[in-house]
């Protein structure tokens, strides 16, 4: 005869499973045990997780590398996999966190530099800071938003290989059409905001074109702009987070004026959701003859519109207290804690990093060399855009390297549509995510 | 005697055989139990191993800074007294995840009772009817929340094309306004409605026949027979389905996240409880943060599902014991 539990004994059979269960979990690990490198075999199996689809034009310039890898040392063999949630900084990372907690990591990743201060600090980076002195890779090569990115109080935990930038490209032909002069682009807000107005067609109530949408693509990020606008997000000393900055809040309120002269956010936004890629791309259909958007965008054109009719020029900047001036980022490679053969990954990475190697895959994928002395190779200049690209490199800022740098870009991220859909106040939104985010970042220095 | 139970050895007669029957029994008892617990220890392994101690890890390290791969620090409660009084995108997250629980379970319920009613008449085709209601709910969600952000699209998507060629209307922006963001997920929630039509079928057919002859011989119309037969009948599959579906809903993730990337834009209108406890764990690495939210989303949970179970004396069970169904 089965007997039925009555409450009392069911909560207390339950309550006493789970306090055994949280006993069990309270003997929780207080130090990360390395296990001892395993006798080395012959040929050492090495795994490469990379962001690009195998498939993808950097996919494919990415295994033509590791294939050269692979033939010049025969007792390696890398192998290039595709798992964008095995790569940090993006917002799917936990299998990579998964494999270094569990001690079975990929022996090299694709890692988004802004990330690497929050990953070395949780000791999930492995310090190659000896490593890359003997491999005579030093400082002095690289620009320094490549440096500034690479290490982290003073010790390198990531090579970032491949540099991108944000430019303002605007149709010539189109400018021509308005009767605005194609060789003479707009440099400040008000010269943009006239110029977005004369190319601004609109039948009734619906907008056939919109001149330009100082939030679509990649304006859609404070860094962007920032700069430009000569904001400053941290300061360098004391490594304060200054996401309030004035220029910020400048920047932000023109932007929501902005939004009011063009009927309102769902009126934009409206718009921009119509937008197509590739051949379909607006910039190309010339529905939105100025953009600001990466390098990356000159391959397509070159692709799908090879006669386009287009320049590129500085990121518009208000006449009091703008510059000429630009973000970069791109990606890096980083060596998890935990992998089998630590001598052998770093020999991968230095072999990808190779003057040649780095210069033939940037090139491939219209991206930029972190060698300082890259900028001024033939190749880098024989497209104008590029060449305009190139240039504006020793100008560009980067995304502050702090723990704290995903934390900003999703507060900033909120922030910014919260103003744009009028539920904030810019000064005080961006006030309160500054406090909160320099609290968080006291415990990491 | 057998020397292994000496006391029985102090027994006389019958009382020694009872004594030694009751001890091969319970042998025989024991044995059983040996091997019933042999047969299912691969299910009783998974459930300590993979959710038992989960659970109460989860517990421990809601009460320390834990970033995946560096070890735990204690923090006592700290985690929890932040999430309650120093964090806005929690109490935002949650009343999002009440708000659409308060809009989703009632309709989801009502949309599946209706369509289980209409799929238990005796029409032609009924189970290719009750087929393609169902096939939805196979579609992976990830596939789902894709497809209807291509349909919602407001420009070019299907929903707003026809709603202009058929009545002249001028769709709203749906998944990009955030006055229609709620509605829009509930409108795609009402898709998968199938596994409720189901559950609701197999009820209505647990109904006697009797009832509803009876009914008719009162002069009962359909109304009538519904409203006084079927729904009451019903009751405890409407509070099953209650229950399940407050569970279901304080967990939404998959669709939010796939179509906002996870930003919960616009304006966080679909920034949900288990978004923000992603965040926290995956892109804050505050595991410790994020297993305090799972916790206290258990004890929401659990006790949304108390007050249920309090105040279900709506519920009719045939059977007059409460948790029978038995057939009348």
Redesign the interface.
């Known amino acids: 005869m089965s007997k039925q539990l009555s409450r009392r004994d069911f909560l207390r059979i339950g309550a006493g499973s789970m306090g055994a269960a949280a006993l069990a979990a309270c003997a929780m690990p207080t130090t990360v045990e390395v296990p001892a490198a395993p006798v080395r075999p012959e040929i050492v199996q090495l795994e490469y997780a990379g962001v690009h689809a195998p498939s993808g034009l950097v996919g494919e310039l990415k295994r033509e590398l590791v294939v050269q890898f692979n033939e010049a040392n025969p007792d390696l063999r890398l192998e290039y996999t595709w798992g964008a949630a095995r790569t940090a900084g993006t917002l799917a990372s936990e299998a990579l966190m998964a494999d270094i907690a569990a001690g079975i990591p990929p022996d090299l990743v694709d890692f988004e530099p802004a990330s690497v201060p929050l990953w070395a600090e949780n000791e999930a980076l492995v310090d190659l800071s000896d490593r890359m002195s003997a491999a005579n890779l030093t400082t002095d090569l690289f620009y320094k938003a490549v440096n500034d990115q690479n290490l982290w109080k003073g010790k390198w935990y990531a090579f970032l290989y491949s540099m991108d930038g944000r430019v303002l490209y605007y149709r010539k032909d189109l400018f021509r059409e308005a009767g605005l002069d194609p060789d003479n682009p707009p440099t400040h807000i008000d010269e943009i905001g006239a110029a977005a107005e004369a190319m601004t067609k609109k039948t009734g109530e619906r907008y056939e074109s919109i001149g330009f949408i100082p939030w679509a693509f990649q304006g859609r990020w404070v860094y962007t702009w920032g700069f430009s606008w000569g904001a400053e997000f941290m300061n360098p000393e004391t490594l304060e987070l200054t996401v309030n900055h004035d220029q910020v809040v400048a920047l932000w309120e023109w932007m929501r004026d902005w939004r009011d002269q063009y009927g309102g956010i769902n009126v934009i936004t409206s718009f921009t959701e119509a937008f197509g890629a590739q051949a379909q791309d607006p910039f190309i259909m010339g529905v939105v003859p100025m953009m600001i958007n990466g390098n990356w965008m000159i391959s397509n054109f070159r692709k799908y519109a090879p006669d386009l009719d287009y320049g590129a020029s500085w990121i518009p900047y208000p006449r009091e207290g703008g510059q000429e001036a630009t973000w970069t980022s791109g990606w890096s490679w980083a060596i998890p804690v935990g992998t089998d053969y630590l001598d052998d990954s770093f020999r991968a990475l230095s072999y990808l990093a190779e003057r040649g190697n780095i210069q033939w895959y940037n090139l491939g994928r219209s991206n930029f060399s972190p060698y300082i002395e890259h900028g001024e190779s033939p190749e880098f200049r024989e497209n104008p855009a590029m060449s305009f690209f190139v240039d504006t490199l020793p100008f560009a800022g980067i995304m502050p390297p702090t723990p704290m740098s995903d934390m900003a870009w999703a507060g900033l991220s909120d922030a910014f549509d919260d103003l744009m859909h009028d539920k904030v106040d810019v000064k005080e939104a961006l006030d309160a995510l500054n406090v909160r985010l320099n609290e968080e970042l006291q415990q990491y220095l | 005697m057998l020397p292994l139970f000496p006391i029985v050895n102090c027994l006389h007669g019958g009382e020694q055989m009872a004594a030694i029957r009751s001890i091969r029994e319970s042998k025989i008892v024991r044995r059983k139990l040996m091997w019933g617990l042999i047969f299912i220890s691969p299910w009783l392994i998974g459930l300590i191993g993979f959710t038992?101690?989960p659970?109460?890890?989860?517990?421990?390290?809601s009460l320390?800074d834990y970033?995946?791969?560096?070890?735990?620090k204690w923090v006592g409660l700290e985690n929890y007294v932040e999430m309650l009084t120093d964090d806005d995108?929690f109490s935002k997250s949650l009343s999002n995840t009440v708000i659409f629980a308060l809009l989703s379970v009632p309709t989801s319920i009502a949309v599946a009772f209706g369509l289980a009613l209409m799929l238990n008449q005796r029409v032609m085709g009924k189970a290719v009817f009750r087929t393609i209601i169902f096939v939805p709910t196979l579609v992976p969600s990830v596939a789902l929340a894709i497809m209807w952000l291509w349909l919602f699209?407001?420009?070019?998507g299907v929903v707003n094309g026809m709603l202009w060629e058929l009545f002249g209307i001028n769709g709203p922006?749906w998944l990009?306004?955030?006055d229609w963001s709620k509605p829009t997920l509930l409108l795609m929630s009402l898709w998968t409605v199938g596994y409720g039509v189901v559950i609701f079928l197999a009820g209505l057919q647990d109904i006697p026949q009797s009832l509803y002859e009876a009914a008719d011989i009162d002069g009962a119309g359909v109304a009538q027979k519904t409203r006084h037969v079927t729904i009451p009948l019903l009751t405890p599959v409407i509070f099953f389905q209650l229950v399940i579906s407050i569970i279901a809903i304080f967990q939404i993730f998959t669709a939010p996240h796939v179509m906002t990337?996870?930003?919960g834009?616009?304006?966080?209108s679909l920034l949900f409880y288990v978004m923000y406890l992603y965040?926290q764990?995956?892109?804050?690495?505050k595991m410790g943060h994020a297993s305090g939210m799972a916790w206290l989303l258990f004890l929401i949970i659990l006790a949304c599902t108390l007050v249920i179970f309090r105040t279900s004396g709506w519920v009719h069970y045939s059977g007059g014991e409460r948790g029978t169904t038995t057939k009348t």
């Open positions: 038992a101690y659970i109460g890890a989860s517990l421990a390290y320390t970033a995946i791969m560096s070890p735990p995108l699209n407001p420009q070019f922006g990009t306004d955030e990337g996870g930003s834009q616009p304006a966080k965040r764990a995956f892109v804050y690495m």
